[in-house]
């Protein structure tokens, strides 16, 4: 399977990388580790994008400049090749669905449970930490070089996915890889500074808002923050913005679930869920949406106030 791809990569003459709709550390950072070895080996130059906007502490990463947001692509390309990165079902990349079904082939990287091998060409490891972890692996089974570049984006999709190699999913085989791409010039503090302390004021002005006036149910063993759009216009943040406040309701000792629910508009909510113990993507798959045991999301078509109460009672049915 390996070598079919390093065929693919081969044959191709257009090729797009596309990571999956509101990019955190480890879609982007596969995407960028793709783009850095694929030019490494072959010289070729792929184009990246992504459907919605990066968040600003990713500027950091090697070549993030050169990726394009979805509204500003050309949806009418045809290209040889499409290769899809931390992406765990197709709706998760939007309108740029059509660009991958218009591909003369498809590779599918990632380590989501939920995944549905989507792609000609598959590489979906639910035991992985991260999709960076899987993309490593292929990269050293084919012997391609990896260089700086490549190893501060792999270092990056790791670190980020396994919330710096505190959370379960942290396991031997990201340590070990996380060491070689040190041994290889990764210099650790520099990306931890760059993905965990490097926050706006407003930022983090916002997230101490949203957890102050999170919500407690089971005798606090369920707790939520419901985040309406005035409160994101309020302080001037992101959408992204939000990223990191349920594992950090999660982190309360009474805690066994916790989530954000973010309004989008009047229908409309995204959820971000964690747990300690119970498999949070069957709730989510209930939404249409997944993820992995312990984080997981989706998207509810209903009004924020009959959203919370839906999740709530799903979350309680699937506890008892």
Known sequence: MEKIFENLVKDAKHILIISHV???????????AMYSAILTQYKKKSEML??????????????????????????SREYDLVITVDVAALDRILEAQILFDKAKHTVNFDHHQTNI????????????CSCGEVVFKI??????????????ALYTAILTDTGGFRFENTNPASLEIASKLVAIGVVPKEIYNNCYESKTKSVVMFQNYA????HFSEDEKIAYSVILRKDIEKFGVKDS????????????????????????????????????KEDVSKICEVFGGGGHKYAAGCTIKLPIKE???????EINHEKN
């Not at 992504?50 to 600003?56: D, E, F, L, Q, T």
């Not at 391609?144 to 501060?152: E, F, G, L, R, S």
């Not at 990191?244 to 959820?271: H, M």
Request: aromatic share 8%; with cysteine; charged share 25%.
């Open 211 to 214: 957890v102050a006036n999170a």
């Open 139 to 152: 990269f050293e089974k084919l012997g391609w070089q990896i260089n700086k570049d490549t190893a501060d």
């Open 117 to 128: 091998n989507f792609g000609e060409v598959n590489f979906v490891e639910p035991h992985a």
């Open 241 to 276: 913005a939000t990223d990191g406040i349920a594992e950090t309701l999660r982190s309360i000792i009474s805690t066994q679930i916790s989530f954000v629910i973010k309004e989008i508009d009047s229908k409309t909510c995204k959820v971000s869920m964690r747990s300690k």
């Open 307 to 313: 959203a919370v109460k839906k999740l709530l009672q």
């Open 22 to 32: 509101n990019p955190d550390g480890d879609t982007l950072g596969s995407m960028c």
């Open 50 to 75: 992504v459907p919605s906007a990066i968040p600003g502490i990713y500027n950091f990463l090697p070549n993030i400049e050169k990726v394009k947001i979805l509204s500003e692509f050309d949806k």
